[in-house]
Every structure is written in C-alpha cells, then in structure tokens.
C-alpha cells in the first residue's frame, strides 16, 4: 500500500500526537498531580511532626517530674501523717480557734501509692492568714500541696473570709 507524502505526515504526526498524549496522560498528569498533593499535604505533616516534637518534650519532662515526684515520695519519712502536720501548722500559724473542722481520708491511688487528703474548714480569718498558711503548707519540706481552695465573705463580717482547703499529699503504700 501506497501513502503520498501528505498521508504519510499525517500518519507521523498522529502517531507523534498519540505519543506525546500519552506520556502527557501516563507521565506528566499524575507527576504533577503528585507534586500538588505534596505540596498540599508537606504542610500539614510538618505540623504534625512540629505536634509530636512538642507533646514527645512534654512527656519526657512530665516522665522527669514522675520520676522526681516517686524519689520524692520514697525520700519521705515513712512515720509522716499528714493530720499531725497541719495540726501543727494551724497551731503555729495561730489559726486554732479559726479551725472548724478537719477531716482526713485516705485513698489508695495505685497499689504502691496512696494520697491522703485532709479538709480544712477555716472561718473568721484573714487574708494575709490564710495567705501565710497557705505559704507555710507549700513552701514546707513535705511533700504536701494545696489542691483545692474555696474562699468566701464570712457573712457575720464581711473583713472576714471563711475558707475550706483541701492539702494532699502522697506517699507509698504500707504492704
């Protein structure tokens, strides 16, 4: 079979179409559909990874603190109560006729651990008082903290506040 000259240029051309088609719909088409997924999705692993780097910080340094806080309960006197202690505290702090109630709980955390908690029920004092207690709770050597403080207007005078604190403090289970 015979093509002329224009048939044959033709056919070339086509065949030159059908090829550059072809690697434009096999090659470049989805290199560069990649290229824009990963410029889109780069970001956003770079965020993630920035995320991990931070929460991989922070876990090691609440692990350090974990390991501090367990030397720190093992360093602790085994005798230590914590009621006796506050007692004490009140008593040196003047607050003992302020004191309403005091109730004291212990509860098993782990099967090493457990927390002692003591409420304190404080009424008629004043703020540089419970300020100055609450500093001598935190500032003393055991390993006793304030978790939670309620302070209200006493409402027989209003100078007054009446306060309830509740200080924890761990230490290691008696087998």
């Known amino acids: 079979m015979r093509l002329t000259q224009r048939e044959k240029l033709f056919a070339v051309a086509s065949m030159i ?5 072809g690697l434009f ?13 990963l410029r889109r999705v780069i970001p956003e692993k770079q965020s993630e990874l920035e ?17 501090t806080l367990h030397t720190k309960i093992a360093s602790q006197e085994k005798i230590f109560e914590l009621l006796p202690f506050l007692e004490s505290l009140i008593r040196e702090c003047g607050l003992a006729k302020n ?6 709980q212990v509860s098993q955390l782990e099967s090493n ?31 006793a903290r304030t978790k939670n403080l309620y302070i209200k207007k006493n409402l027989a005078n209003t100078d007054l506040l009446d306060s309830l604190i509740e200080v924890h403090n761990l230490k290691l289970a008696r087998n």
């Not at 004191?99 to 004291?104: I, P």
């Not at 703020?127 to 003393?140: A, I, R, T």
């Open 25 to 37: 719909a096999f090659a470049v088409s989805p290199a560069i559909e990649r290229t824009e997924t």
């Open 99 to 104: 004191v309403a109630t005091m109730k004291q």
């Open 113 to 143: 651990h457990c927390e002692t908690i003591v409420e304190i029920e404080l009424q008629n004092l004043t703020l540089s008082q419970l300020v100055n207690f609450l500093w001598q709770v935190e500032s003393s050597k055991v390993l």
């Open 51 to 67: 995320t991990f780097r931070t929460k991989a910080s922070e876990y090691i340094a609440l692990r350090d603190g974990l390991d």
């Open 17 to 21: 179409f059908i090829a550059v088609w």
